[in-house]
């Protein structure tokens, strides 16, 4: 696991990033802010018009649109480009078996970012990976939970909708040691090309839903004790900027990750 702790990419400040918002031709993503992911995902109409439009904030050269820069964190150790495309990631396709967890239905808002305003993304590629409740990736080989070579549990992609939306449905992820609760997720080109935007982050869990779903689910008791945020250098690297808010649905959450691209 020691190529996961090695962070990559930087925060931007709100000068670099209006400096950048400004050149064409540079790659940069960013995230639009919660308040206008809620007003975006209100209406399929609001969706898929302009973030600045659907707050009516007014766009300037002085001042930041509805996006902010968001910053790229390691890919690590973990990474294979499967190409298994579907929505519900929890199964392993190899025997039908379901990884156990607390459901947790997460999706991506994917924009692009031109003339100082959010515009929806269709036709991106998104993937996610994670461990298990028991910290177990598919498809690995590590010390401290083997090899599950040819499994391919909580991994999959989707692309995004005329709305830049991709929908996932998979569990609370468990934890390991030396990392905070975490998420993988990767957003390309479709279908993957050499040439083309490829972005790499990963989304984090507040420490104290973490510590409620782990006391209280059998399926994620383990030994020890898992790393908060605060403790975590990837965390750190990202200024929880990359920090999700979740809301109680049936028995599990959801969520929804804003993030867009300028070409």
């Not at 960013?30 to 009516?56: D, F, H, I, N, Y």
């Not at 059998?218 to 990837?234: C, E, M, P, V």
């Not at 028995?251 to 300028?262: A, C, H, K, Q, V």
Request: a negative charge; proline letters at 5%; charged letters at 15%.
């Amino acid at each position: 696991m020691d190529n996961d702790d090695k962070p990559i990419g930087q925060i931007l400040s709100r000068r670099e990033a209006l400096t950048l918002f400004g050149l064409s031709g540079a790659a940069l993503l960013a995230a639009c802010a919660p308040e206008a992911v809620q007003q975006a995902l209100a209406t399929s109409t609001a969706a898929a018009t302009s973030t600045t439009a659907a707050t009516g904030a007014p766009a300037t050269a002085a001042s930041l649109p509805a996006c902010i820069a968001r910053p790229e964190l390691t890919e690590g150790p973990y990474f294979v480009d499967e190409r298994l495309e579907r929505a519900d990631i929890r199964s392993d396709p190899s025997d039908g078996s379901v990884r156990a967890g607390v459901p947790l239905a997460l999706t991506f808002l994917v924009s692009t970012v031109k003339d100082n305003a959010c515009q929806p993304l269709s036709g991106a590629m998104v993937d996610i990976w994670h461990c298990d409740a028991q910290g177990v990736y598919s498809d690995a080989s590590d010390p401290n939970f083997g090899s599950t070579a040819g499994q391919k549990f909580l991994r999959g992609y989707q692309v995004t909708d005329a709305n830049g939306l991709a929908r996932f449905t998979t569990i609370y992820p468990g934890w390991y040691q030396g990392r905070a609760v975490h998420i993988h997720f990767k957003i390309r080109n479709y279908p993957p090309a050499d040439s083309g935007f490829d972005f790499t982050s990963q989304v984090f869990f507040e420490d104290s839903l973490s510590e409620q779903i782990y006391a209280s689910q059998t399926d994620y008791a383990k030994a020890g004790s898992f790393l908060r945020n605060s403790q975590d250098g990837i965390y750190g690297q990202s200024g929880g900027q990359t920090l999700l808010t979740l809301t109680p649905q049936a028995e599990g959450y959801s969520t929804t990750f804003d993030i867009g691209l300028t070409m």
